[in-house]
């Protein structure tokens, strides 16, 4: 059965670091863009970083950008998202999804991803 699992969240203080993790299990990454999203509590989920299967290509959102890092580990079928310098605002449920297209094209809009994980929760608090 496929499925993605999230994984790495908590609780931090503002400055701190996280790295979370997004396993596939039943299918490969290989043939998927897969991006990161999040979802504060009262606000739209928000795309947050993706990663292309063609060349590796990385995208931010503004408000991560120099924060955050997306990235695969093949071998082990698994995506991070590492997080530094984490603010208050970073505050939010994060999920990992995957875009059949392979390419990060318009890689903000959810509609279009198909498959995605449960979430982890992200809490930014001093």
């Known amino acids: 059965q496929a499925q993605l699992v999230e994984s790495g969240g908590g609780l931090v203080p503002p400055g701190g670091s996280l790295k979370l993790s997004c396993v596939a299990s039943g299918f490969s990454f290989h043939y998927y863009a897969v991006g990161w999203f999040r979802q504060a509590p009262g606000k739209e989920r928000e795309g947050v970083s993706c990663?292309?299967?063609?060349?590796?290509?990385?995208y931010y959102t503004d408000s991560v950008k120099g924060r955050f890092t997306i990235s695969r580990d093949n071998a082990k079928n698994t995506v991070y998202l590492e997080m530094n310098s984490l603010k208050p605002e970073d505050t939010a449920v994060y999920f990992c999804a995957t875009n059949p297209q392979q390419t990060c094209y318009n890689w903000r809009s959810a509609g279009r991803y198909d498959f995605w994980g449960q979430g982890t929760q992200v809490t930014i608090s001093s």
């Open positions: 990663l292309s299967d063609t060349d590796d290509s990385t």
